[in-house]
């Protein structure tokens, strides 16, 4: 996009009521602006980004998409341990699967919840 489409994008979300934040996009580090239904938008990217509060502070700010990839890049990984737990004898071995597959589903889980606090 041109630096012209760019402002002009820009000055289009503050006359329909968007503020500028003083947060950053996290993929093009260009600022966000907050739209009147609480959301955040980056103007670059022309996409809605999540942002993360632990203790009252913004942890991270992590595009939507990203947690959409992530999400099912992780399904994905634990259907294929599941196959791998199914086929594996040897004690060792199917507690080394465990322990990856809980790590997976904690991350999973983790994701689903930054998910859904980007949504409220
Ligand atoms: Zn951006």
Redesign the pocket.
């Known amino acids: 996009m041109s630096e012209a489409n760019e402002l002009r994008s820009m000055a289009d979300l503050l006359r329909s009521g968007a503020t500028l934040t003083s947060l950053s ?6 600022p966000l602006f907050k739209m009147r239904s609480g959301e955040l938008w ?4 022309k ?1 809605r ?1 999540v942002v993360v509060k632990e203790d009252g502070e913004i942890a991270e700010a992590v ?1 939507t998409p990203l947690l959409e990839a992530l999400e099912s890049t992780l399904i994905r990984k634990i259907e294929e341990l599941n196959e791998k737990i199914r086929g594996e004898n040897e004690i060792g071995q199917l507690q080394r699967l465990g322990e990856v597959l809980s790590t997976m589903l904690e991350s999973l889980e983790r994701v689903r919840r930054m998910k859904k606090r980007g949504k409220t």
């Open positions: 996009c996290p993929a093009c580090a260009s980056c103007a670059r990217c996409k980004v595009a």
